[in-house]
């Protein structure tokens, strides 16, 4: 047997119910050729007559009204799906598994999670946070993994978040006192505060026992500083 066309069969129910191809046809907005041609069409891939055609209208045989019954209840479900997912849309619930830098789970994702759990009450959140220096590769238990590097699985899906601007920062009267710096090398002269993350810390204490990252690390050191 041919694959059937989910279409044929709504348009056989249709018109079982309707009676004639002409009613069917306005009831499904569709051209009367169009109806009689996914009738046959169905009575072709399930090789048996489902419907006589009268001056009366439309009989159906023995086998057509068993298919119609059957096909009603599968539309039900069908439908009976789609509703359930339209609800869990509009309103999901369940245990939402997030991982990501513990610097992101504190000073981003942390002050949504009031405003977010009262919009979607029946939804429960876990959070599990990694530190920023060891970035690590999604796993299979989390819904949202937020990363550092690209994941070396190219076939997972992936978005681009938004990331930090860092940079170096003057007041106007502090460049007016001691002038802009020509060069880097000139910042050394400068009064500067460097604001450093704990996990920055934790990541200079294992240099100096001499257990150095990978380049790539380095390069996501949250260190940033600014000029007083």
């Known amino acids: 047997m041919k694959d059937l066309d989910l279409n044929d069969v709504r348009t056989f129910v249709a018109a079982a119910q309707a009676g004639t191809l002409t009613a069917a046809a306005k009831e499904l907005k569709l051209p009367a050729s169009t ?19 009268s001056p009366r209208g439309l009989l159906l045989t023995d086998a057509g009204k068993e298919y119609q019954q059957a096909c009603r209840r599968a539309l039900q479900t069908l439908r009976h799906g789609r509703e359930l997912l339209q609800e869990r849309s509009s309103s999901p619930s369940g245990l939402l598994r997030v991982v990501c830098p513990v610097t992101m789970a504190r000073d981003l994702l942390a002050p949504l999670l009031k405003e977010f759990l009262g919009r979607y009450p029946n939804l429960r ?6 530190a920023s220096g060891w970035d690590q590769e999604p796993r299979e238990d989390v819904d949202v993994f937020f990363k550092l590097l690209a994941p070396k699985d190219s076939l997972r899906r992936v978005r681009t978040y938004p990331g930090t601007v860092r940079g170096l920062f003057a007041s106007p009267s502090y460049i007016q006192a001691v002038g802009i710096p020509a060069t880097p090398d000139e910042t050394h002269r400068s009064h500067l505060l460097r604001f450093r993350s704990l996990e920055a810390q934790q990541r200079q204490k294992h240099r100096n026992a001499k257990h150095p990252f990978p380049s790539d690390y380095q390069r996501s050191d949250s260190r940033s500083e600014a000029r007083s």
């Open 35 to 53: 109806v009689s041609r996914a009738l046959t069409r169905l009575e072709t891939r399930l090789g048996v007559l489902l419907v006589k055609r």
């Open 125 to 130: 959140v876990d959070i599990e946070p990694y």
